[in-house]
């Protein structure tokens, strides 16, 4: 823990199962009832106990309400205690959950709720694309053809031209995304598929598939952080933060340098010999928060001491990208990584055992604390408890990874989890 | 319209003339798109036009009308923008105006066939990076002459220019050199 803070409990979550459109709730009840799941998961735990919350959504554009974190903290009853929005594109999520784990680690809380909610489904899916092509430059990028497929299209077609990455290994990760996804009843779109299901549907960006690409979606999600003396009352299965760590980079992807790679303890400078890096192929900014997290969680080879890990799979590409920044496997290896069944279930790192966000859907602001939830359950042992089977449960999970990510890879967080029991 | 419910004049008491005329808004004839009933959905439009400066960026844009296009370069460390910034990210200083070559590299590309509702008209079209010789970064554009999903990353390509300039980045696109 760095100088100065104290240790944070994660002690329960509530998830709602994202939908296409979710006309019947608002975006308050949908977090109304993501709350309640979690409140009923630690009974001990009343509202007078809860000393303040931070609101994760990403578009005003889609809320088309300004200060909406506000509508949803007085529905919940939490008005007039602390609350604060957060927004950082598409990892809103993950750095909602590491702003609620400041305020308990900084002392101000003892209990922080970090709620989250997206509803999508209020404009048409172009529309909806529209909305998050915003997040990019608007002088220079947007108006050459703002749409996130397509830049994320020309990163994969760089990386496959400096590693040989190949269309067939990022269906893999579509067909294990959504295959995990049939277990999870949280889940949007569980599907059995095959490599050639994924590379027959219909191109959006070459060379990424409609199966390649996550949908939209509305849905709310809730973590509850708690101070470790809090943490004993609430609940005999308290899931520990151990690292926390953000990485950024430029908004622009025509900015990004062509240096050094920045290294974690098991690599080498040799192992890189060559390599511009990040260019457009790789993520600093993701490379920057796993460093982070890793240093501070005391993690030294990932790939050998983390026990699963639910990334921010927006792309079946950034997945690949993703096991390289998190040090899963080196750079330029992510391809043959999937291939050889090592991110799988019973493989040697299950990475999104829940489905992720191709098959579990994107609604922006929960979706990185959807990931939490769902990472504490594993730790808890309880995926059983909450998904009515334990087929995805990772048997002895002790240390899980989550990360979520924004933009081009303009904000990035990793966060370590740990069974604290 | 006469409303049946009003009373008739007179009806009340001394003092009460003035109330018996009831107050009501005018009605119209404007009305609501329903999707869908219970839960109620319905059309909320919403629009806006911005007075937007592109402030220290404008000579990129003034410069595309005559032909030319602009990168930044710093003067106290050498780093070369080939998209424009007032400022260098590596040292801080303010940058200077440099003339970009006409020709360039296909760094990686990709073409849309589908793409965000303003672009969805015009798609499929092909999204690029350009890699100039003596700059450090790149350039988005369109690259036009090319089939969809045909372009090659290495391929050299030239800036080409809009006559009637619309004072956007799409003032200029590439071809194959
Ligand atoms: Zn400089």
């Known amino acids: 823990m760095p100088k100065g803070f104290r240790d944070v409990y994660f002690v329960s979550g509530g998830i709602t199962r994202f939908k296409k459109a979710q006309p019947d709730k608002d975006f308050r009840y949908m977090v109304k009832e993501a709350f309640d799941y979690a409140m009923a998961d630690v009974p001990n735990l009343t509202v007078d106990r809860i000393d303040g919350s931070v609101a994760s959504y990403f578009s005003d554009h889609f809320t088309r309400q300004l200060m909406a974190g506000i509508m949803v903290q007085d529905y919940l009853g939490l008005c007039p205690k602390p609350g604060r929005r957060i927004e950082s594109g598409g990892a809103t999520g993950g750095m909602c959950f590491q702003s609620a784990w400041e305020a308990v680690a900084s002392g101000r809380m003892d209990v922080c709720v970090a709620f989250g909610f997206e509803t999508m489904s209020r404009v048409n899916t172009w529309k909806g694309n529209e909305f998050i092509a915003l997040a990019s430059d608007t002088n220079f990028d947007y108006p050459v053809g703002g749409f996130y497929t397509g830049y994320y299209a020309m990163m994969v077609r760089r990386h496959m031209h400096e590693f040989g990455t190949t269309v067939e290994q990022m269906a893999r990760v579509s067909v294990k995304n959504h295959g995990n996804a049939l277990h999870n009843p949280y889940s949007q779109y569980p599907m059995k598929l095959t490599v050639e299901d994924v590379r027959r549907s219909e191109m959006v960006s070459d060379p990424l598939t409609r199966l390649d690409v996550c949908v939209m979606s509305d849905g709310a999600a809730c973590c ?14 308290p899931v520990k933060v151990t690292g926390v760590g953000t990485g950024t980079d430029t908004m622009r992807l025509a900015d990004r340098p062509h240096g050094d790679v920045i290294l974690l303890p098991h690599e080498r400078p040799e192992d890189y010999k060559g390599l511009k890096y990040p260019g457009v192929h790789s993520f600093r900014g993701g490379r920057m928060a796993a460093k982070t997290a ?12 983390v026990d699963f890990v639910e990334l921010h799979d927006a792309f079946t590409s950034s997945e690949i990208q993703t096991y390289e920044d998190l040090g899963l496997c080196r750079y330029g290896e992510g391809g043959p990584f999937v291939e050889a ?3 799988d279930i019973g493989g040697k790192v299950p990475v999104n055992p829940s489905g992720g966000l191709l098959a579990c ?8 604390l959807m990931q939490a939830v769902f990472a504490l359950w594993q730790l808890q042992g309880t995926i059983g408890k909450h998904f009515g089977n334990d087929r995805l449960q990772i048997p002895r999970a002790r240390r899980g990874l989550i990360h979520s990510h924004a933009g081009t890879g303009t904000y990035i967080t990793v966060s ?6 | 319209m006469t409303d049946m419910t009003e009373k008739p004049a007179g009806a009340g008491g001394a003092g009460e003339v003035k109330e018996a005329k009831k107050i009501r808004l005018p009605e119209t004839e404007e009305g609501t798109v329903v999707f869908n009933i219970d839960p109620l959905i319905v059309k909320d439009h919403y629009e806006i036009d911005y007075i937007h400066s592109y402030a220290q960026d404008s000579p990129f844009f003034i410069g595309l009308a005559s032909g030319k296009l602009l990168g930044s370069k710093c003067p106290e460390c050498g780093y070369a923008y080939a998209t424009p910034r007032g400022h260098c990210m590596v040292c801080g200083a303010k940058t200077e105006w440099v003339e970009l070559p006409k020709e360039g590299r296909i760094h990686t ?8 509702e303003a672009f969805l008209k015009e798609t499929p079209f ?3 990076l350009v890699e100039f010789d003596g700059f450090d970064t790149l350039f988005l554009a369109r690259l036009v002459g090319v089939e969809p999903s045909q372009a090659q990353i290495g391929t050299r390509v030239k800036a080409q220019f809009l006559r009637n300039s619309k004072f956007k980045p799409t003032d200029v696109y590439f071809v194959p050199a």
Do not use: Q
């Open chain 1, 341 to 343: 069944g090592h991110a």
């Open chain 1, 224 to 237: 509850v952080l708690a101070s470790e003396e809090m943490a004993a009352k609430l609940t005999d299965r």
């Open chain 2, 109 to 116: 590309w990709t073409t849309c066939y589908f793409g965000s």
């Open chain 1, 294 to 305: 890793y240093e501070m969680a005391g993690v030294t080879n990932p790939l050998e001491e």
């Open chain 1, 416 to 421: 370590v989890l740990e069974r604290g029991f």
């Open chain 1, 361 to 368: 859907g994107h609604p922006v602001g929960a979706t990185g």
């Open chain 2, 126 to 128: 092909t999204l690029i």
